[in-house]
């Protein structure tokens, strides 16, 4: 099981994230994608996606294919 990519403000504001990710298999194939969003992050604290993931390829490459921070209201 994999875990989603994670995030790690540096903003000194509370934050919200989005952000879409996909798993690639060693040929290229994309095996599955997903989006992500994560709010009211503390500056400091990690922020981790909530969707995890069971693959049955190894060697599974993810790549964030897109990344958006705003801050909190």
């Known amino acids: 099981m994999r875990r989603t990519p994670c995030a790690v403000p540096r903003s000194s504001e509370k934050s919200d994230y989005t952000w879409e990710w996909e798993a690639v298999s060693p040929d290229g194939t994309r095996l599955y994608n997903s989006s992500e969003i ?18 049955k390829t190894s060697n599974v490459k993810i790549n964030v294919t897109e990344f958006d921070r705003s801050k909190s209201w």
């Open 38 to 55: 994560t709010t009211d992050v503390q500056p400091g604290q990690t922020a981790t996606g909530e969707s995890p993931t069971t693959l």
